[in-house]
């Protein structure tokens, strides 16, 4: 059973930077493609970004493009986020997500959670 495991959350100011990871486990890494989501209080869950099975593409939701920065290392069995520029826009739990083969990045078609880290961007 794929367990997915984020942290690295915290609380920063405007401006700032955290960097997030995910550790995947019970499964074969290098088949599953690679997200992050989030969740702001009384929002919908909504794609941040998202990497290809072999790392090779990368996809970024119109919010973060250009200040966030997606990778995965296949032989750690992990995937970052690194956030820079934050704004109090981006608070929100930050979920990985996974899903085999697929670059769809729909909420409904990811496979496996992660339970979430919470990050807060004060102004």
């Known amino acids: 059973q794929v367990q997915l495991v984020e942290s690295g959350g915290g609380s920063v100011q405007a401006g700032g930077s955290l960097t997030l990871s995910c550790a995947f486990s019970?499964?074969?890494?290098?088949?599953?493609?690679m997200g992050w989501f989030r969740q702001a209080p009384g929002k919908e869950r909504e794609f941040v970004a998202g990497i290809g099975w072999s790392g090779g593409r990368t996809y970024y939701g119109a919010p973060v493009k250009g200040r966030f920065t997606i990778s995965r290392d296949n032989a750690k069995k992990t995937m970052l986020l690194q956030m820079n520029s934050l704004k109090p826009e981006d608070t929100a739990v930050y979920y990985c997500?996974?899903?085999?083969?697929?670059?769809?990045?729909?909420?409904?078609?990811?496979?496996?959670w992660g339970k979430g880290t919470l990050v807060t961007v004060s102004s």
């Open positions: 997500a996974a899903v085999q083969y697929s670059t769809t990045w729909d909420v409904n078609d990811m496979r496996y």
């Open positions: 019970g499964g074969i890494f290098d088949i599953y493609s």
